[in-house]
C-alpha cells in the first residue's frame, strides 16, 4: 500500500488532537507515516503508533525552534524524497498551511488547504471544503504531483488503528535560505486550561452584548461547565474585552464543534465565516431579529446575563 | 537610498454580497460587486507608515501598488493610491482567467522582480480564497525571507522585525531585507482615502502588464495550467428552522433540556 506523510502538530512530544485525525484520515488513502519534528518524538510514537503510523520519520535540530518555517520545510522535504508518498498531510495552522505551501512548490505539486473531509478517489485523494463563508461545498482534486493537502481541525473523530510506529530518525540538510528569518524570542501562551478552540468539541462565544471585559467571566463559567473552550465575536475583540487568538470569524478561527454557543452575538456574515459548519448551534440574544437566530437549532430570545449564570447553574446540577 | 515597497493586493468580490461560483467553477466576478480585500488595507496601511516613518527620518520611500487580475481589479489600485499609495502595476491577460496560488505567485514574483523591491507586504489572506499561502509562496519563488502574519512591523537599518501572536506563543522576528512581510488585521486600522487623496489618485501612474511582459508562458497559468480542480460546488442547505423560546424566567431551563437532549449534558 501506498504511504501517506502526516506533519506532525505536537508540544515537545504531546501530540495534539488535530494530528490524530489526521492519521485517521491517511487510513483512507494509504499507509501513514508520520513526520515528528524537533524534541519529544520518543514519547510521541506510542501516540502516534496507536492512531496507526506504521513509522515515526523524526527529526531534531534547533534550527526549527530558532528560524521560522524553513528548516521544517526542508525536513518535510527530506521526509518527501525519503519516502515518495501518495499523499501529504499537514493540520491546516497558520504554520502549516505556510510549511505545506512552500513544499507544495518546492516538489512541483498542487496544494489545497483547509479541507474538511478526505477520501480517495480514482485519480487522487478528494478533498472536501467549506468556501464563501461556509455557503457552498467544493469537492476538489490535485492534478499535478503529489497531493499536498492540510486538513482543519474537527475534520474527523480520531480512530485507534495500532500500528508499529517505530521511530527512524530522518536525517535533513538545512538550505542556505532556512536561517533567513530568526525567531529572536518566543512567549508561549499562557495556559488557560480550557480545550483548544479550534480543537474543542464545545465552544462558548460572547459578542457585543456581553458589554464588558469584565463581564466575559460569565461566557467562561459556562464554558468551564461545560468543558468547553471560549469564543468572541470581532465586535467584543476590536473593542478589546477579550483576545484576539480567541476571535471567531473570518479574519480569526473558523471552527466546527459539535456544539457551538453564541451569546450576545448578532451573527453577521463575517462571524458566520468561523461558525456556520458547527453541527448544533445554540444563541442566546436580547434581539429577536438578530440574524443569528436563522442559524440555530435552539435560540432564546432573552438577556444572557439572565440566561447564562442560570444555564450554568443547571449544567453543574446535571453533571453533578 | 529609497525603500522600494510593493504590496499585493487583491481584487474580491464583497464578502456581504451573494457569491457564489460561476460555470466553470471559478469565482464568479460578473454578478457581485467587487472591491479591495479588506485584508489587504491592513498591508497598504503598513506599508504607507513604513514609507512615511522613513521620509519623516530623511530618507526616501515608494510604495507601489500590485494586483493581478481582471479589468475591474483597477478599483482596488484606485482604492490603495487614493489612500497614499505611489504608483500602481496592473497584470491583466484573458489567459490568467482561473488561475490558482500556485499560478498567481508565480505571476506576482516575476512582477515584483520587475518592479524593483526591497519589501514586499501582504494581507493575511485574501477574504475570497482565504487559504493564507501567498505570502509564503512569494517568499519561496523569490528566495528571500518570510516575516509572516505580523501584528507590529517594523523597518529599521535594512532589517524588517515584527511580532507575529500565533496560537501557541508570541514570536518576535527578525529578517534581513529583501523581505516578505504579511501584515494582520490587528495591525492597525487601515485609513480612509481623503478627498485629496481620492483626487490625486486619478493622476498616478498605472503601469499595465501582461503575461509576455512577465516572460510567462499562457499554459504556467490559468485553469489548464492550474495544480488543482475543482470537480464540483455545491450551495450548503439551508439550516432547517430551529426553536426559538422567548425567556419569561424559562429559558434557561428549556435550553438546559435540549442539551440534554441531545446528549451534551
Known sequence: MAEVLVYVDHVDGAVRKPTLELLTLARRIGDPVAVHLGAGADSAAATLAEYGAVKVLAADAPEFADYLVVPKVDALQAAYEAVSPAAVLVPSSAEGKEIAARLALRIGAGIITDAVDLEAGDSGPVATQSVFAAAFTTRSRVTKGTPVITVKPNSAAPEAAPAAGQVEQLPVTFGEKSTGTKVVSRTPRESTGRPELTEAAIVVSGGRGVNGAENFSVIENLADALGAAVGASRAAVDAGWYPHTHQVGQTGKSVSPQLYIAAGISGAIQHRAGMQTSKTIVAVNKDEEAPIFDLVDYGVVGDLFEVLPKLTEEVKARKG | MSLRIVVC????????????????????REDVDGLLSELDEYAVEQALQIAEGRRQGGDDAEVTVLTVGPEDAKDALRKALSMGADKAV???????????????????????????????????????????????????????PQVTLLSEV???????????DGDAATEQLEAALPAVVSVTDQSGEARYPSFKGIMAAKKKPVQSLDLDDLDIDADEVGLGGSWTKVDDAAERPARTAGTIVKDEGEGAKQLAEFLAGQKFI
Open chain 2, 154 to 164: 517594523s523597518v529599521e537599518d535594512g532589517k524588517v522585525t515584527g511580532r507575529r
Open chain 2, 9 to 28: 493586493v487583491k481584487y474580491v468580490p464583497d464578502a456581504t454580497g451573494d457569491r457564489h461560483f460561476a460555470d466553470d467553477l471559478t469565482v464568479d
Open chain 2, 90 to 144: 496592473h497584470v491583466e491577460d484573458d489567459d490568467l482567467h482561473g488561475t490558482d496560488v500556485i499560478g498567481t505567485s508565480l505571476v506576482l514574483a516575476k512582477a515584483v522582480e520587475k518592479t524593483g523591491y526591497d519589501l514586499v507586504v501582504c494581507g493575511m489572506a485574501s477574504t475570497d480564497g482565504t487559504m493564507g499561502v501567498l505570502p509564503a509562496l512569494l517568499s519561496e519563488r523569490l528566495g528571500v
